[in-house]
Structure formats: C-alpha cells, structure tokens
Nanobody
Framework: QVQLVESGGGLVQPGGSLRLSCAAY????????MGWYRQAPGKQRELVAA???????DYADFVKGRFTILRDNTKDTVYLQMNSLKPEDTAVYYC?????????????WGQGTQVSVSS
C-alpha cells in the first residue's frame, strides 16, 4: 500500500520559516519524481517545487529564492524548506509522487498539511 505522509505544517509569522517533510511508503522512492503542491481556499492546486528522480529541481516563480526542495533517497523522504514566508503562502501543502513506466502513469498524493502565515 502506497502512503505519502506529510508533516511540519503549522502557524508561523510573516518572515518566518518552516520545513515540511513527506515520507513515502510502498514505492521505490528513488525512481519517482517528487513534488510539493499547494491549494489555498477558493483557488486551484498549484505546483510549488519539484525534484526529479535524477535530482533536478524546479520552482514556481513565486517561491524562487525562498523555498528549497530536497530529497533524501536513503530515508525515502522529500523536504520543503520554506523561508521568508508571506501571508499569501497560506495554504494546504500536498506531497506528490509521480512515475511514468511504459506509458502507464503512476501518481500518488499525501493527505496535506496546513501552513498558515499570519501575525
């Protein structure tokens, strides 16, 4: 059974930092591309950051220079280090694992963790 378990969300003041973690179970983690998405109330889910199985990274423009995605294949875990947080970063953050094999698309989601940025 595949599970992605997020942790690390919470309430933080503007300018503060949080580190989200996503532990993966039931998949060969090193083979998967991993991503962090977020969804704010009334808005669509959007990509925040991603890392490929080869370790390449990509970031949404609105987090470049503030967030860092890091994967640890020895722990089957992907992290999102979030610095200089802004109120507009408030959202539920979701972890995603994706793999395409022989045309078959495998995608899994975590349950989400709430991040609230407010004074």
């Amino acid at each position: 059974q595949v599970q992605l378990v997020e942790s690390g969300g919470g309430l933080v003041q503007p300018g503060g930092s949080l580190r989200l973690s996503c532990a993966a179970y039931g998949i060969t983690f090193s083979h998967y591309d991993m991503g962090w998405y977020r969804q704010a109330p009334g808005k669509q889910r959007e990509l925040v950051a991603a890392t490929t199985s080869g370790g390449e990274t990509d970031y949404a423009d609105f987090v470049k220079g503030r967030f860092t995605i890091l994967r640890d294949n020895t722990k089957d875990t992907v992290y999102l280090q979030m610095n200089s947080l802004k109120p507009e970063d408030t959202a539920v953050y979701y972890c995603n694992a994706g793999l395409v094999v022989k045309g078959a698309d495998y995608a899994y989601w975590g349950q989400g963790t709430q991040v609230s940025v407010s004074s």
